[in-house]
């Protein structure tokens, strides 16, 4: 028996926020930052992310440049703080209705996301969703370095990783729906059997109209 699969992108999609975003101004809040220009910075680079032209190695690179001397039990449980206290209270109750109808209809779900994979674990713990794709971090000798593992899940790695994670678990041989606010995530959307987009901008509106995409209008 084929089994569906759902997949969900998490920034603006499952969550009213950008979950990389929020992290760098809760270290910044905590000093964990390096330099009064970081979330200048930071902001300057989620610019290039909505025009489509980020370098994601160069995001990571910087994101975890003040993680790079803090243990990584400690940057577990500054990550369960923050994701508890400030990503939860973002949820779509959109997204947590739908779901829910997923689980009582016995359909798997994952979420695939171009941010940071322990952020993503972390927030798909409340969402009680065990599949979970992110951008892996190098870890070596119990810190996080700033250079991402293998292809990240980004753009069309983000394909990439999903055919990777299918090959891995054959019982998904259904429909693949796919949820997701983002232009950036073009190539997994006509890849999908079932695409939705969530409060998409006029250019992926547009695309959603041509290909007959579902519109979705989710607010907190």
């Known amino acids: 028996m084929s089994s569906d699969l759902v997949v969900f992108d998490l920034d603006y999609t499952l969550i009213n926020a950008d979950c990389s975003t929020l992290w760098c101004e809760y270290m910044y809040k905590h000093n964990l930052t390096c330099g009064e220009n970081f979330l200048k910075q930071e902001q300057e680079l989620m610019k290039l992310y909505d025009q489509g032209t980020m370098d994601v190695h160069d995001y990571i ?3 975890m440049q003040p993680l790079l001397t803090v243990p990584i039990d400690k940057v577990q449980a500054l990550i369960h703080d923050y994701v508890s206290n400030i990503l939860v209270p973002t949820i779509f109750p959109q997204a947590l209705k739908l779901i829910d109808y997923y689980k009582s209809i016995g359909t798997d779900m994952l979420i695939i996301s171009a941010s940071a994979s322990f952020i993503v674990k972390e927030i ?14 190098v870890q070596k000798n119990g810190f996080y370095t700033n250079k991402i593992e293998g292809i990240p899940s980004y753009k069309e790695g983000k394909v990439f990783k999903l ?3 299918i090959q891995a678990h054959k019982q998904y041989t259904g429909k693949i729906s796919f949820y997701t606010d ?14 939705y987009v969530v409060n998409p901008n006029a250019s992926l509106q547009e695309i959603a109209k041509v290909n007959g995409y579902e519109i979705l209008n989710w607010s907190n």
């Open 61 to 63: 690179a910087f994101s």
């Open 124 to 137: 798909a713990k409340h969402l009680k969703i065990d599949n979970v794709i992110g951008i892996d971090v």
């Open 163 to 165: 055919e990777q994670f």
């Open 182 to 195: 983002s232009i950036n995530d073009l190539s997994l959307l006509q890849k999908a059997d079932i695409a």
